[in-house]
């Protein structure tokens, strides 16, 4: 069965994106591969509001949280804790043979800077990890506050996921200090899974070179040596790489200021259906996200029967709650290609689902 995917990723793929991807194969040490690659560089630098390069990881973007884990952790890292994808770094960190301090917060509560700048001052800490956008609970941190107090720091590096903020919102990693950025594919850049991105800053860099057990694959060092060549350190994910190529193409025809717009005006547009119809966003007011919504189940739906319904007569479908929040919230995303018409052909059907539950 086809149906279009409304979860918080991976979500759906344009027919154009995924035609990129059928382009013939090129060698991945050839002239033609360095042309891709480094064709691509000026527009992601420039999305990702930065002076250094991006580097093009082929692995989900926690390859490269646990990557950069092993690149830049000498003492000890703090981990912000606020959601089950942030939890899960400190997990990472303690696997890799890491000292942490988890940093804990309730899902949905954003990530205190005052808190993190209480931890900070202690001074036994040589990196931070945060999370962004939390999707398990739909929770947007103040990452603007939190940079602020990371900056009176310099002996931290912080490392950073945008995975579902990435493209939707400006997300200024030199001007804020972010020294690792990290993103993944298949959330608001609409492409398919498989193809992390990773911009370091040259403290990040120095403080890799100094690390001896920090693996290859994801190796700081690697990529750097290899991104001056054009090229990657291991086999590339290339028709990912085509994909990101056209859709860099697509963000730059839109532009980019249209594109934030777009994602804060259907993010709206969700909000105020849910609220109309009972629905409480569960994350803390103000802090809810721009790419998807997660709305506590206030009317106690069946979420289960309602995606099931929506799946089989609407070819659609929607999150029924991420972790210990399954059938307590649902999640709605609006990020990627979606439009005002996707987003009320999709509001429309579940209103036509909800009813048919109802009459039951």
């Not at 409304?6 to 050839?30: D, N």
């Not at 202690?122 to 999707?135: F, K, P, R, V």
């Not at 739906?301 to 309602?306: G, I, K, P, R």
Request: proline share 4%.
């Amino acid at each position: 069965m086809s149906y279009k995917l409304f979860i918080p990723g991976p979500i759906a793929v344009s027919e154009k994106t995924l035609r990129a991807m059928a382009q013939p194969m090129i060698g991945h040490r050839s002239t033609d591969f360095v042309a891709l690659y480094q064709s691509i560089q000026p527009d992601l630098q420039a999305l990702v509001y930065t002076r250094d390069p991006v580097w093009l990881s082929t692995s989900s973007a926690f390859g490269s949280m646990e990557g950069a884990i092993r690149n830049l952790v000498k003492k000890k890292v703090l981990c912000c804790m606020n959601g089950a994808f942030a939890d899960k770094w400190n997990d990472v960190a303690l696997r890799c043979g890491k000292q942490t301090t988890p940093l804990k917060f309730e899902w949905g509560q954003p990530v205190d800077p005052a808190k993190v700048k209480a931890e900070l001052a202690t001074g036994a800490y040589d990196a931070i990890t945060l999370i962004h956008n939390e999707t398990s609970c739909g929770c947007m941190s103040d990452l603007a506050a939190i940079m602020a107090v990371v900056r009176e720091f310099p002996e931290v590096v912080s490392i950073v996921d945008t995975v579902s903020s990435f493209s939707a919102l400006p997300i200024k990693k030199d001007e804020l200090g972010i020294d690792v950025f990290i993103t993944g594919s298949q959330k608001a850049l609409a492409l398919p899974p498989g193809l992390s991105l990773i911009s370091a800053s040259k403290k990040a860099l120095e403080r890799a070179a100094s690390i001896a057990d920090r693996g290859y694959y994801f190796d700081f060092v690697e990529f750097q040596k290899n991104h001056e060549n054009g090229m990657t350190p291991s086999t590339p994910v290339i028709p990912l790489i085509y994909a990101l190529k056209s859709k860099l193409a697509d963000i730059k025809a839109e532009g980019a200021d249209v594109r934030y717009a777009r994602h804060a005006r259907l993010n709206q547009t969700v909000r105020t259906w849910a609220f109309a119809k009972g629905f409480k966003l569960f994350p803390k007011e103000g802090y809810g996200s721009v790419t998807l919504n997660c709305f506590a189940n206030t009317l106690n739906v069946d979420l289960a029967a309602l995606n099931k319904l929506l799946k089989s007569k609407h070819q659609l479908v929607i999150d029924g709650g991420y972790g210990k929040l399954k059938g307590t919230t649902f999640r709605i995303s609006n990020m990627g290609d979606e439009t005002d018409e996707t987003i009320a052909a999709l509001l429309k059907a579940i209103d036509s689902a909800l009813a048919e539950l109802g009459g039951k």
